[in-house]
């Protein structure tokens, strides 16, 4: 169940709601974030993936020939560094083919700007879709960061997958980035005076990697 405005899809499931709870719970310890965090990114990139288009094949099964399908497009995930590469196994579970290029993108801690540190991106981008993976969507400004990198090598089918985004986030990137869809498990009432998402979940990237 998703419910979609203007290239905004909330993954409104009962599942998504349930591990969201246990994200935001501040009693959740390292382990139990990394496997819900996990899960979250399986139930994100069944939706990020819905519009792509496969082509048809011929497949033999034991007894008959018949049609199957295969994805039409090379498929590349983008973490943001840190917090994006806890999206990034749940993903790869489910399409371990795909190719992984990397953003390493700090955001200042004193005025929330985003800081780029770090980039390595495939040749692929301009013919592939490319998903950019943050599990948290506060200012936009990373995120926006992300995708003028990539667009500037060439990315055309961009996608950006975040567990948590608020109001503000939102609409930062579609200002920017109107041609991006954006998929996200809820939108948080907004931001604190530092800039943190409320009620959201404290910060994603300490909590994953237990920092
Ligand atoms: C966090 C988060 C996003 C960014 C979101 O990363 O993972 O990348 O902040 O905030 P914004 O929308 O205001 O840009 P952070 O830079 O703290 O680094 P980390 O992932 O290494 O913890
Ligand atoms: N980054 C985080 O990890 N959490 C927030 O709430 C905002 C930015």
Do not use: W
Not at 19 to 28: C, G, H, K
Not at 125 to 152: F, H, N, R, W, Y
Request: aromatic share 4%.
């Amino acid at each position: 169940m998703s419910s979609e405005r203007s290239g905004l899809t909330v993954l409104d499931h009962p599942l998504v709601r349930v591990e969201l709870s246990v994200l935001r719970d501040v009693s959740t310890g390292t382990d139990g974030f990394r496997s819900s965090l996990n899960r979250l990114a399986e139930l994100l990139f069944m939706e990020a993936t819905r519009h792509f288009e496969t082509v048809p094949v011929r497949v033999k099964t034991p007894l008959v020939e018949t049609t199957g399908a295969v994805l039409a497009r090379k498929v590349v995930l983008v973490p943001i560094l840190r917090a994006g590469l806890g999206l990034l196994d749940g993903m790869l579970d489910l399409l371990p083919g795909a190719v992984v290029a990397h953003l390493g993108i700090a955001r200042n801690e004193e005025t929330a700007c985003p800081e780029p540190y770090y980039a390595k991106l495939p040749a692929c981008l301009p013919e592939a879709e490319v998903i950019v993976l943050d599990p948290m969507l506060a200012t936009g400004g990373s995120a926006c960061e992300a995708l003028k990198q990539l667009k500037a090598v060439g990315a055309k089918r961009l996608t950006m997958v975040t567990v948590l985004s608020c109001p503000q986030g939102v609409a930062a990137v579609q200002e920017a980035h109107p041609d991006v869809k954006i998929i996200t498990g809820v939108v948080d009432e907004g931001l604190n005076e530092k800039n943190y998402i409320v009620p959201g979940l404290g910060d994603a990237g300490d909590r994953y990697f237990g920092t």
